[in-house]
Nanobody, 125 residues
């Protein structure tokens, strides 16, 4: 029943900014973990940022200080504000949701049962 749909990707120059959005439906913020993942060609899918069940946030070391995750509970939308973009940020970006449990491993893509279709971010020099 959960549906996720990303938007906001595009092509920008190094140092530029983008704001990604993920429209969610059928999801309860009190019952799971919301996350942004990304996957570059030839690389594994990695966690970029997420909200745990208790609201705790996580950022990958590579994006700390540059990306900000937020959510709008009124519209059930998840956001990722991306600034000072680098070529290394080039990837397909996905939003994902996982059902919460005490032993959830939020860094692991395999824990997430719901995924959006992805939105491409390309950063050129």
């Amino acid at each position: 029943q959960v549906q996720l749909a990303e938007s906001g990707g595009g092509s920008v120059q190094t140092g530029g900014s983008l704001r990604l959005s993920c429209a969610a439906s059928g999801y309860s913020y009190s019952r799971g973990c919301l996350a942004w993942f990304r996957q570059a060609p030839g690389k594994e899918r990695e966690a970029v940022a997420f909200f745990d069940n208790d609201g705790t946030t996580f950022y990958a070391d590579s994006v700390k200080g540059r990306f900000t995750i937020s959510q709008d509970n009124t519209t059930t939308t998840l956001y990722l504000q991306m600034s000072t973009l680098k070529p290394e940020d080039t990837a397909m970006y996905y939003c994902a949701a996982a059902n919460w449990n005490l032993f959830l491993r939020p860094l692991s893509a395999g824990e997430y049962s719901h995924w959006g279709q992805g939105t491409q971010v390309t950063v050129s020099t």
